[in-house]
Nanobody, 123 residues
Framework: QVQLVESGGGLVQAGGSLRLSCSAS????????LGWFRQTPGKEREFVAA??????KTAYVDPVKGRFTIARDSATLYLQMNSLKPEDTAVYYC??????????????????WGQGTQVTVSS
């Protein structure tokens, strides 16, 4: 198990940008496939973006393609969010899956989760 900590959420106007970060409490993300998910009240947690351990493979849910970019280094996962829309408002969670070379888009594939960070986009 690895403890994940997100940061970077906040309130922004529509059209603005935010960058979310996720760290693994001082540990390296080596060998982990990583992802971002989001959840709004009364709805299931949904996939946003994912990145593989090596090879730089990425995947995005259609509504964020061209606006969000997922990236990683050895110790931090990032989600750059541009051209934000009110419908992007949610709690955003980072997730990690150990020992995988693939990109994972299913919430059930991940066994480590952060506590979430709130993103609110005003119209």
């Amino acid at each position: 198990q690895v403890q994940l900590v997100e940061s970077g959420g906040g309130l922004v106007q529509a059209g603005g940008s935010l960058r979310l970060s996720c760290s693994a409490s001082g540990r390296s993300f080596s060998s982990y496939a990583l992802g971002w998910f989001r959840q709004t009240p009364g709805k299931e947690r949904e996939f946003v973006a994912a990145i593989s351990w090596i090879g730089g493979k990425t995947a995005y849910v259609d509504p964020v393609k061209g606006r969000f970019t997922i990236a990683r280094d050895s110790a931090t996962l990032y989600l750059q969010m541009n051209s934000l829309k009110p419908e992007d408002t949610a709690v955003y969670y980072c997730a990690a899956r150990r020992h995988s070379l693939e990109v994972h888009t299913n919430v059930l594939d991940y066994d480590n989760w952060g506590q979430g960070t709130q993103v609110t986009v005003s119209s």
